[in-house]
């Protein structure tokens, strides 16, 4: 059950050079305690990993990488105008947008061609064109690695939020999502307020999903063809007042109300502005993406501190120019 020296570089969209000191395939719940089993014996730290569509590797992940494939889809109720549905957390996200749509099951198509796994969602709460996942999520069922309790978090202690959740901040590393649970109307009512979507009249839940393909696939590179971790950058939020003098100093510059006074900024366009869309570094090969700025690409499938040497000369441009830092979105592992 546990493979020493497993080459991670396959198991990662950025194709960062890497190797898991030990790694285990789970299933099951059952095979995920018999390798916390195992990794409670030897002593060592346990990181779990799904698609690796949003990670960073080290060159050496030492401890137990946990390669998560729990799957299963199970009905819990129906009502009227909805739909509650338990996910196993190993599935594949755009198979199940396009799965549950068909069923008749709707909310998720604008989220259609998201790379990772149904675990992974809920984690950073992926959004795309006007919908976040928060929105249908009910309740997150968890396991802890370190004690083994399983632990349901209901919408309201997942602590959603831009991008984020309590899986990514006060909760980090600490829990193996095995499933979630999504509530799901039978009603459609397709968001097409954003971009290439307003174009679009009377669509059919098929219809929008093919079109949000078809737009994700111009803007971003297919990850194994050309390694990347999609959109590198979150949008960075600043208050009224920094986005009132931001739009006097450089007009034009894109801004989005976030509530609470708060503005979001498109991360994208900053890139751009400072002139990093499509630059890359000579030697690693390491650049942006030239059809999206937001993504940083690893070609050569160098190390991570490559990618993060790269990132950091993006956000020193942006800070120098805008006066505002620009967060990662993949998380480090290992």
């Not at 195992?38 to 730290?45: E, I």
Request: glycine share 8%.
């Amino acid at each position: 059950m546990i493979i020493r020296n497993l080459d991670l570089q396959p198991h990662q969209t950025m194709a960062c050079a890497s190797q898991a000191e030990a790694a285990a395939r789970v299933r099951s719940l059952a095979e995920l305690r018999e390798a916390l089993a195992w990794a409670a014996v030897q002593g060592c730290p346990v990181r779990v990993l799904g698609e690796g569509s949003n990670v960073l590797a080290a060159e050496r992940v030492d401890g137990l990488t946990l390669i998560n494939e729990m799957v299963g889809l199970q009905v819990v109720r129906q009502s009227d105008t909805t739909v509650t549905v338990d996910v196993g957390s190993g599935i594949n996200w755009h198979w199940w947008v396009r799965f549950s749509s068909a069923q008749g099951w709707h909310g998720l198509e604008n989220l259609a061609l998201i790379p990772g796994t149904v675990g992974a969602a809920p984690v950073q709460n992926i959004g795309a064109y006007g919908v976040e996942v928060e929105a249908f999520v009910e309740q997150v069922e968890a396991l802890n690695l370190r004690s083994g309790e399983q632990r349901i978090f209901r919408h309201k202690d997942c602590a959603f939020s831009y991008r984020d959740s309590v899986f990514k901040g006060a909760e980090r590393e600490l829990w193996l999502i095995t499933r979630v649970r999504f509530c799901l109307p039978f009603h459609f009512s397709p968001v097409l307020t954003y971009g290439p979507l307003q174009s679009l009249q009377n669509p059919t839940p098929r219809g929008l999903i093919d079109q949000v393909c078809q737009v994700r696939q111009q803007k971003l590179p297919n990850p194994w063809q050309m390694p990347n971790a999609g959109s590198f950058f979150t949008n960075p939020v600043v208050d009224q007042a920094q986005a009132d003098a931001l739009q006097k100093a450089f007009p034009g510059i894109p801004v989005f109300p976030a509530g609470q006074g708060r503005c979001k900024l498109a991360a994208g366009w900053l890139i751009d502005q400072a002139g990093w869309k499509g630059q890359s570094d000579p030697e690693s090969g390491v650049g942006t993406w030239p059809q999206q700025a937001l993504v940083i690409v690893n070609p050569q499938k160098r190390p991570r501190s490559d990618v993060l040497a790269f990132a950091e000369r993006i956000q020193e441009a942006v800070e120098d120019r805008y006066e505002v830092r620009l967060e990662r979105e993949p998380r480090l592992f290992g």
